[in-house]
Each structure stands twice: as C-alpha cells, then as structure tokens.
C-alpha cells in the first residue's frame, strides 16, 4: 500500500503499522485495505484538529466553551483503536488472539475462509 497522499508522519506510523502486519501475516490482505487506510485518513485529520486547536486555543474566550475540536480529536482516536485492535496491532488485542482456544481459532479460520470468497 502506498501512502503517498498523507503528511510524513502519517506516511512512517502506516509504514511501521504495514511492516508489521506483513511481518506477522505475510501479506496485507485486501479485506484490511478499508481499515488501513481509515488509520491513515484519521492520523491526518487528528494533525490538522491539533494545529487548529493549537491557533484558535482550547476554549472560545467569548462563549468559554470547548473547542468542538477536542471532541472530534477524541471520535477519530477512538476509531483507530477500534482499527488497531481490528488488525491486532496492540497488545491487548494481540493478547486476546493468542487467548483464544482451538475452537475459536478454527471458528476464525472458517470466518476467514468465508470471507476470502
């Protein structure tokens, strides 16, 4: 996958994330595609809510209320750790793959072979 369209920071977080993904799985398969890339739209978009906060300020002086920033900052970073544990790139998530029992292991191997087509 190629991240040619995001900031530098983004482009070396999603190039760790992919790294590792490959080095875990072989391949980026194309069904995590979707997820990859919501990653990396949602690290820019976190970017560019910190550089506005960062110019206009945390509260609005005249209503002193929040920036409604902060709170989108929040939906996007709770997206991406939906993702990560999706991709099973944290260690928590990682934990509960390695936790599951040969059932649910072959539940999952199943799920995967429906899903692959």
């Given at each position: 996958m190629k991240f040619?369209?995001?900031?530098?920071?983004?482009?070396?977080?999603?190039?760790?994330?992919?790294?590792?993904?490959?080095?875990?799985y072989g391949d980026i398969q194309p069904q995590w595609e979707a997820t990859i890339t919501t990653i990396a739209d949602n690290l820019d978009m976190i970017a560019d809510c910190?550089?506005?906060?960062?110019?206009?300020?945390?509260y609005n002086d005249r209503t002193g209320r929040k920036n409604p920033l902060i709170a989108t900052i929040k939906d996007l970073q709770a997206t991406n750790l939906k993702c990560y544990q999706q991709l099973g790139v944290t260690p928590w998530s990682e934990?509960?793959?390695k936790q599951t029992d040969s059932t649910e292991a072959e539940d999952a191997e199943l799920l995967?072979?429906?899903?692959?087509?």
């Open positions: 040619t369209g995001y900031s530098r920071a983004t482009q070396a977080t999603m190039k760790k994330i992919t790294a590792y993904l490959t080095e875990k910190q550089q506005e906060i960062k110019r206009v300020g945390l934990s509960k793959i995967k072979g429906i899903m692959m087509g």
